[in-house]
């Protein structure tokens, strides 16, 4: 019978009972509808636990509520939580004083042991009466009938016993009253919802063991597996999480449970071989309050482990990873880079999303992504930069997505990790994002969806968590309609975007800027004693500049006035700074315009001759290193030169 309409969010409790106790059950449970789905059950002992199974089949419940020996009896052979009716001191008292309505020739038949303050209750009232305990049903039939030939005309008890009194020929008081009901109704409640929060937090960890590449296997002190995760089987073939509750050393016998089970000593990174391949194992002991229940093992692919050694090795030769440069560095007097600053500190503290910088050269988009990354949560992992323009497309591939050993000619032995794993956790700043090659953008796209990289010449995928901040002077959407750029790659990039304004459109800067780098310039030179008058003579001429070159070409012009000064051996009048600023190149006309392939030719040189440099002239190792053989380097760099 369904006292409550079924809700999800409820508990569900099945009352049991095939006695008075029935009734009570239905004067109380109304009241907690709001609370629970209660349902009754109106059978015993076998008849009860074929109902259960019958209705489990639908849907199981989370409690069930019974009292005395049937309670018992469920509790032994079901596996469901039980919470008994209970007999309080109110209780007692108020069915004696029933039952002496009817007699003063009393008994009364608990179920398993009589409590010790009736006993004293008996004897301090002077109460004639008898006082019985029974362990089964059959238990109490046999009592019923010796008080019965007793003389006894009422017995107080439970369900059962008062049904067997009325068969008798006596009278029979149920011992539980509405409170009891109610108290077990509320146990009842309470131990659904601790089994809820506890099958939450199991339903985390398994949902933390499924995701990890690590195998994972839990056991008891018996040495009993207890939980598992998908990578055991992976790693060992064996179908583990099919085997909980059997025997560790049954389902995986290479597995060596090492002293962690005899003497609760963890053991890390031990290495034995399963199933033919070398596993690095990890033994540890499981511990509840300080007493151990079991043991975890857990195991690592050895090519997991090669690979962070890998990764590790190329850490400590490649060039460094940490910004230098946070927001509050950079330059914002005028009311446009203030909100460029404030826009890049919301991005980067509630945000981990891809950043698009736009800018002209020179504007300091590097020294904002290296303030976007100092400011957000990333920032005790690598910063990463790379410009997209200054690589051919074989070679920015190789350097973002590494490559395995024997990739191509002239590949490392062990391999080498791209930037992409070196970056892991942190943030990969791309510059000049617009010159990349589109084969190589479809590579990049890929990787930011799947989070997941692929290495050149290999067909295994590693796991990446990286931030992108990409940067371009280019007109990205004009690129994606000329076809230049992919449109879904543009849309990945440009989900926060930050519009840096050029120099000529922030005057407030200018001085600012001026302030900071003509110092700074004398100041390496020696000449601290110029610093006044060089910014005396300076500084308004350098305010009515034009800038195309944004910041990087005040910072150049700093410089020249530094050498002039050297030259001169004196500070510059305002008219030789005039005169020095309007003799600039830069000043007297534009740069003509070179084709693509003249400044990717320009760019490639640039780019071996810095191998060269490293390699301290050897041309066959630094042809090895870049992939190409002696006499194409030699034509890259002389084509260059001419």
Not at 447 to 456: D, S
């Amino acid at each position: 019978m369904s006292i409550a309409a079924s809700d999800d969010r409820r508990p569900l409790i099945w009352a049991i009972s095939a006695h008075r106790l029935t009734e009570v059950f239905r004067t109380v449970s109304p009241e907690l509808a709001d609370r629970a789905a209660i349902e009754i059950i109106d059978k015993g002992f076998d008849d009860a636990i074929a109902e259960i199974a019958r209705r489990s089949e639908k849907r199981a419940c989370d409690v069930i509520v019974a009292a005395g020996a049937h309670g018992a009896y469920l509790r032994q052979n079901v596996g469901i939580p039980v919470a008994f009716v209970k007999v309080g001191g109110f209780d007692l008292m108020a069915a004696i004083c029933k039952a002496r309505q009817f007699s003063d020739r009393i008994a009364m038949v608990m179920h398993r042991r009589v409590p010790p303050a009736l006993n004293r209750f008996a004897t301090l009232f002077s109460l004639p009466m008898q006082i019985r305990a029974y362990q089964t049903a059959e238990d109490a039939r046999h009592c019923i009938q010796e008080l019965a030939a007793a003389g006894i005309e009422v017995v107080v008890g439970p369900g059962l016993i008062a049904n067997l009194a009325d068969e008798a020929g006596l009278t029979g008081i149920l011992v539980y009253s509405l409170d009891s009901v109610r108290a077990a109704f509320d146990d009842a409640i309470e131990i659904a919802a601790a089994q809820k929060a506890e099958k939450s937090r199991r339903t985390q960890l398994d949902s933390v063991l499924y995701h990890l590449n690590d195998g994972v296997i839990a056991v008891d002190m018996a040495g009993r597996i207890v939980a598992a995760n998908p990578s055991v089987d992976k790693l060992t073939g064996r179908r583990v999480r099919e085997a909980l509750g059997q025997p560790l050393r049954q389902v995986l016998p290479d597995l060596e449970p090492g002293q962690v089970m005899t003497r609760g000593a963890g053991e890390i990174g031990t290495v034995q071989e399963m199933g033919g391949k070398s596993v690095v194992v990890d033994r540890v002991p499981l511990l509840d309050e300080g007493m151990q229940t079991g043991a975890i093992f857990t195991l690592h692919a050895s090519s997991e482990l090669e690979r962070a050694v890998s990764k590790l090795r190329a850490h400590t030769h490649r060039r460094s990873r940490v910004a230098r440069y946070r927001l509050d560095d950079v330059v914002a007097e005028s009311a446009a880079m203030r909100q460029v600053i404030a826009q890049c500190r919301v991005f980067a503290e509630h945000s981990d999303a891809a950043v698009l910088i736009h800018g002209e050269s020179g504007t300091g988009k590097e020294l904002l992504a290296q303030g976007l990354h100092n400011a957000s949560r990333r920032r005790r992992h690598p910063f990463i930069a790379i410009n997209c323009g200054a690589f051919t497309e074989t070679l920015l591939e190789s350097e973002l997505f590494g490559y395995d050993e024997g990739a191509f000619t002239g590949a490392r032995r062990q391999g080498k990790p791209g930037l992409f794993e070196s970056a892991n956790e942190g943030t990969l700043f791309l510059d000049e994002i617009g010159e990349m090659p589109l084969p190589l953008q479809t590579r990049l796209l890929r990787a930011l969806q799947e989070k997941e990289i692929t290495r050149v010449g290999s067909v295994d995928t590693i796991p990446v968590d990286v931030r992108i901040v990409a940067a371009t002077h280019r007109d990205l959407l004009a690129m994606v309609r000329a076809g230049a750029f992919r449109e879904d790659l543009y849309y990945r990039l440009n989900i926060l975007q930050v519009v840096v304004p050029p120099l000529r459109d922030r005057p407030e800067d200018i001085e600012a800027l001026a302030r900071r780098l003509l110092p700074a310039a004398l100041g390496r030179a020696g000449l601290q004693e110029a610093v006044a008058p060089m910014l005396e003579a300076a500084l308004p001429v350098l305010k009515e500049g034009a800038w195309r070159g944004n910041v990087r070409e005040l910072e150049n012009v700093s410089e020249r006035l530094t050498m002039a000064c050297l030259t001169e051996g004196r500070p510059l009048s305002r008219r030789e700074v005039r005169a020095m600023l309007a003799d600039a190149p830069a000043r007297r006309q534009a740069p003509a315009a070179r084709s693509l392939s003249a400044v990717r030719a320009s760019q490639e040189a640039a780019h071996a001759r810095a191998v060269l440099a490293e390699c301290e002239g050897n041309h066959q190792e630094a042809a090895r290193r870049l992939g190409i053989s002696r006499t194409t380097l030699w034509r890259k760099i002389k084509a260059a030169r001419e």
